[in-house]
């Protein structure tokens, strides 16, 4: 959705297409439900998982107050399933409008046409499926041990380090076009862009730090499926009840 568009729509209806400035005051249970609360803010309603909320929202316009009633959201564990009682003031709208795919479209990412583009989705998503199970054999591991283990602090300057190396990275794939790069990563200002990748820094250094703490003692390849496969069957749990 990074190429969307919105366009201020004060007259309109809510669609499922619309970006929605309301206050919302919720209860729960005969309370204040803080989860649910909350003032002039901007909501992509594409973005609200709860589909019966969503669905009575649908239609109404600027200026229209009212009261409904739906399920806590499934995101809420400890309240998925109740009834949530809501009062909904709806200040402004937009349309959420959303370009064509085509030349222009790959221009705006700063692309020659729109089978540069493409190529480079290709490209991208190819590389994304080769990665994509041995990351999640990863971060399963990795969240485990982080869990059940005592993990000693990171050192601000190698994560400084890594930060500005990963950053730069993704920058010279826009060809240090930053406005490009700062697009794709959905950051908003220089300062966003650049905490993006704190997650990934320490993702990759517990990464690093089991390949070289498993990748001899299994006699495999380091960062390969069959390592941590085997670091996940060798891991000593805290709680035998925790085991995947």
Not at 74 to 88: L, S, Y
Not at 95 to 120: Q, T
Not at 202 to 225: C, D, H, T, W
Request: net charge negative; with cysteine.
């Amino acid at each position: 959705m990074q190429f969307r568009k919105l366009e201020d729509d004060p007259d309109g209806a809510i669609t499922e297409l619309s970006n929605i400035q309301m206050d919302v005051t919720a209860s729960l249970d005969g309370k204040p439900y803080a989860n649910g609360t909350f003032q002039r803010q901007w909501v992509d309603i594409s973005g609200i998982p709860m589909k019966d909320l969503v669905e009575q929202l649908i239609g109404h316009k600027v200026g229209d107050l009212f009261e409904c009633d739906y399920l806590a959201s499934p995101r809420d564990q400890e309240n998925a399933g109740k009834t949530v009682h809501a009062a909904i003031k709806i200040h402004n709208l937009q349309k959420i409008i959303i370009p064509p795919v085509d030349d222009d479209l790959a221009k705006d990412a700063e692309f020659d046409d729109l089978k540069a583009f493409e190529d480079r989705f290709h490209q991208d998503f190819d590389g994304y499926i080769r990665n994509m199970h041995k990351s999640v054999i990863a971060d399963h591991v990795i969240g485990h041990i982080v869990q059940n283990s005592i993990i000693p602090p990171v050192p601000q300057g190698w994560l400084d380090s890594a930060i500005k190396g990963m950053s730069g990275h993704h920058l010279r794939q826009f060809n240090g076009n930053k406005k490009a790069a700062m697009k794709a990563v959905g950051a908003q200002t220089e300062e966003d862009f650049v905490h993006r990748f704190t997650g990934q820094a320490y993702r990759e250094m517990m990464q690093e730090l089991a390949i070289r703490k498993y990748g001899e003692l299994f006699n495999v390849a380091p960062g390969s499926e069959e390592m941590f496969e085997s670091m996940l069957d060798n891991v000593k749990w805290i709680n035998e009840e925790e085991k995947p």
